[in-house]
């Protein structure tokens, strides 16, 4: 019991909470116009009850007409009285109830999407503020749809918060007042305990469909994750033939999404069973104490109707208190994840009122770094070098040495534990975070592009450039005529992730809108390294157009693109191993060395085969018959 208690409590925490920063949304204290919006709205919500108050009594006098019975009605016009003109009034009453009605949701409109558009707009921001930890250790997919549920669930909670929960107790409280003078307190007893009864039921029953909402959101998460993941790695699947296998991952969660699916629908079912059998019993008791009344002769027909009516209309607020706290319940459990996201605090933040980072020779220093993920699995071990002012140091060494890591400390994607990281003296942990990556141009291994155009995706790299200086950083980046033999030119899709290109179409495009933003500081990490060996050299000079006369640090698999660099710094283990000059490492016969002769043998191999390929397919290779066995 205790516990069950708790987890009620800790509910009702979190719900108290995730209301409180829905808040500024629902009344946007920067917005005066939508504030008067929300007044009037419902201020119109109150006419509408009124009104809506004021309906059952031309049904009651036009019934009583009928029957032959003669009423003198206090508020209305003694031309309006016929049985006629009651039921003219009636069915007018009803189109104005209906007009305000409308006309509130329609002033609630830009409320209600103002709130979603704002709540979205931080939730994508801040997602973009939160580490590349974070993002490398969540799925997109998943992302994306706790997004796209949390804004749907934001308009339902807003409008019916603001606009529904006060005028429907208003409403409540109008009905029995109008039940007490006319009918008596058993009847307003009567209905009293109906509506405890029924919003008891209806609150009991929500909160225990509430964690089967939240099972189905997690596999509907998990499902959409698995398909998004899959579709990403669409060729990756064809590869190794796991298209079923794909499938059966995919449909393992959708069958949990079913099941949880399914006990959402049958609970709804029970809920609304449950509501109609404690309103009907609250009725039928009402109705049978009006039915003897009229056998009496205390009330008429008309009023036994008028009972009636109100019973009906009174079915609507209180099957709308049951519909709100299921929406806005299953609405906070929508949001919830949402705002869990906004309350994970970014990991890399500007320090109050960081200066921005002021490059005048664009010096970059590494003194004594200390770098490791995780507390138990340090990268990298007192590392220090200095890349002089247009100069250009390149990184190598085996896999897992720290070489990536290197560019993701120099855009601050993540703070180092001890030693200082600096550009002409000053510490990146003292600048702001987008002054210093607008003076850094990255040209990755795999450079990932926009699903648009290719002059979208080259002009990214300076959104306000002109036509012009886009065309010329293609020309200089050597794309520039492959993009002209194409039919639509710069216009042409790129495709998802940029695969209608090839891998070096989509690194000269890298290397375009680099060039485009004109860094002072250039990271090229492994650049080439997932290319063949013609497109390697081929991009190589286009990546010394792009690091002509800038700071650049190389970080590179292949030895052959980085023997020009002035200064060579080989990590092992996170550490320092060797640093030089290509000839001067060459020569120490150490590490570099090592790796050197090992690439060199690869590519003289790949080489031999290449001209053995080209040799065959020109027919030069004469292919021996094969020899017979002596007898």
Known sequence: MSTDTSKVAETDKSTLATVKNLWPYMWPSDRPDLKLRVLYAAVFLILAKLVTAIVPFFFKYATDALDGLDQEIAWLPLALTTPIMLVVGFNVARIVMTGLNQLRDALF???????????????????????????????????????????????????????????????????????????????????????WAYSWFTIRASDWRIQIRRDMNESDTDANSKAIDSLLNYETVKYFSNEEMESRRFDASMARYERAATRTWTSLGWLNFGQTLIFSVGMLACMIMSALAVQRGEQTIGDFVLINMFLMQLSVPLNFIGFVYREIRQGLTDIEAMFDLLDVPPEVVDKPQAPKLKVQDACIKFENVDFRYESDRPILKGVSFAVPAGKTVAIVGPSGAGKSTISRLLFRFYDIQKGAITIDDQDLRDVQQESLRKMIGMVPQDTVL???????????????????????????AQIGDFIKRLPQGFDTPVGERGLKLSGGEKQRVAIAR?????????ILDEATSALDTQTEMEIKTALDIVSENRTTVVIAHRLSTVIDADE??????????????????????GLYAAMWNRQLEASEAEQLLRAAQEADERGLVVRHPPIEPAE
Request: charged letters at 20%; a positive charge.
């Open 568 to 589: 060579i710094i080989v990590l092992e283990d996170g550490m320092i191993a060797e640093r030089g000059c290509h000839d001067v490492l060459l020569k120490q016969d």
């Open 450 to 476: 926009f699903n648009d155009t290719i002059a979208y995706n080259i002009r990214y790299g300076r959104m306000d450039a002109t036509e012009e200086e886009v065309i010329e950083a293609a020309n200089r």
């Open 514 to 522: 680099t060039l485009l933003k004109a860094p002072p500081i250039l």
């Open 109 to 195: 409109a830009r409320v209600g999407q103002h709130a979603v558009r704002q709540l979205a707009d931080r939730t994508f921001v801040h997602m973009h503020k939160l580490s590349l930890r974070f993002h490398l250790a969540r799925r997109t997919g998943g992302l994306s749809r706790i997004i796209e549920r949390g804004t749907k669930g934001i308009e339902i909670i807003v409008r019916f918060t603001i606009l529904n929960t006060l005028p429907t107790i208003l409403e409540f409280a109008l009905y029995a007042v109008i039940f007490a003078v006319y009918f008596g307190w058993t009847y307003v007893a009567v209905i009293a305990v109906t509506v």
